[in-house]
């Protein structure tokens, strides 16, 4: 069935080290996003993509990158030069990039650096 | 930016208990989400609702684009419906489909 699969569900990261966070859809949506939340907050926007080989940054993009190589994944990469990466991170997908269309989301990662 | 403030920010019912959610926004907007956060972290979507009032199941929401808020009614509380409630709107004039999140409604259903 179709939905929006994130792995891995945990994640512990040394310090110094990039990790890479895993996004699939097979819901055939254009648009994709990345979130990340912090404890007792809503969702900040780092990245979004509206087409394949397309993105762009959001609100806290420093520290991160992204590719969109295929319509069907977004992965994230938490590079070392983000100074404070312990959060949970969620993948979101909508039909297309535009503020009509709903947007659902993922299961999401937990990431701490140790 | 756009501002979305949410209210209460914690709310303890005794189960059966009815609840009213509130979101306010402080710029026009063309659509906006209701989600449930589920205490393994899991936002589900409860309403789509740019204007107008849905209903689902002991759920429903209005929103009042022109007042500039929306409201979430949850009847007949469960502890299923514990977690956390979010509204969420597009950034006026943003075309990208991002959401500006609200700070979250905690909501705790005792048996």
């Known amino acids: 069935d179709g939905g929006i699969t994130q792995s891995p569900k945990y994640l512990f990261r040394k310090e110094g080290q990039n990790v890479t966070l895993s996004c699939e859809q097979n819901?055939?949506?254009?648009?994709m996003y990345w979130y990340r939340q912090d404890p007792g907050q809503g969702l900040r926007l780092i990245y979004y993509s509206q087409i394949v080989n397309d993105f762009q940054k959001g609100d806290i993009a420093e520290g991160y990158s992204v590719s969109r190589e295929k319509k069907e994944s977004f992965p994230l990469t938490v590079t070392s030069a983000q100074k404070n990466p312990t959060a949970f991170y969620l993948c979101?997908?909508?039909?297309?990039?535009?503020?009509?269309?709903?947007?659902?989301f993922g299961p999401g990662t937990r990431l701490t650096v140790l | 930016g756009i501002q979305v403030e949410q209210s209460p920010p914690d709310l303890i019912l005794q189960e059966g208990a009815n609840s009213t959610l509130r979101c306010n926004f402080s710029?026009?907007?063309?659509?906006l989400q209701w989600f449930h956060q589920n205490p393994w972290g899991q936002l589900i979507n409860l309403f789509y609702?740019?204007?107008g009032t849905k209903q689902n199941g002991r759920l429903s929401a209005t929103t009042v684009a022109t007042e500039r808020y929306s409201l979430l009614y949850i009847s007949s509380s469960q502890t299923t419906d514990s977690g956390v409630y979010f509204c969420?709107?597009?950034?006026?004039?943003?075309?990208?489909?991002?959401?500006?999140f609200g700070k979250g409604t905690k909501l705790s259903v005792k048996p």
């Open positions: 710029d026009s907007v063309n659509n």
């Open positions: 969420a709107v597009p950034p006026y004039g943003g075309s990208q489909g991002n959401l500006i």
């Open positions: 819901l055939n949506h254009d648009a």
């Open positions: 609702i740019p204007s």
């Open positions: 979101a997908s909508s039909l297309a990039g535009s503020f009509y269309n709903e947007q659902f």
